[in-house]
């Protein structure tokens, strides 16, 4: 099984305008055991997705549905998959298959079952143990 580390750094920002306050902001990092890391849009199923199917070889791409429109899918070889975000949730979706569920999770271990549920059966991923790094 493929293991993973998040990390998280928090840090004070300017509000970019001398009316707007130093805000909180906290970055979060997911570190592989072959000493690569990657930086997450956010600590949710669809940055995790994301992130761990890009690290085994699928890659984003644009499909033009129609005049100026398209669609962004994850594609490897003959496989397409869409996410598609819904409000809070987020489904993913194969000609066969579909998974809907919502991106955020107050508990990380139900955050990480479902990402590996997505990895397995969608991506046909082993799914990887992932832990929150402590500094």
């Known amino acids: 099984m493929p293991k993973a580390a998040i990390s998280s750094r928090a ?8 009316a707007c306050k130093m805000q909180n902001t ?19 199923v669809p940055s995790l ?18 005049i100026g429109e398209e669609t962004i899918v994850l594609k490897k070889g003959n496989d397409v998959i869409e996410p598609k975000p ?9 000609a066969s298959q579909r998974i809907q569920t919502q991106k955020n999770f107050d508990d990380n271990d139900q955050l990480f079952d479902q990402v590996n549920q997505i990895l397995a ?9 992932i832990r929150i790094a402590v500094d």
């Open 11 to 18: 840090f004070l920002v300017d509000g970019g305008c001398n």
């Open 86 to 94: 819904l409000g809070d949730q987020i489904i993913y979706q194969t």
């Open 26 to 44: 906290e970055t979060f990092t997911i570190h592989f055991e072959d000493h690569l890391s990657e930086v997450l849009d956010n600590f949710d």
């Open 49 to 66: 997705v994301q992130t761990l199917v890009q690290k085994n070889g699928w890659r984003e791409t644009v499909i033009p549905t129609g």
């Open 121 to 129: 059966r969608l991506f046909k991923i082993d799914p990887y143990e």
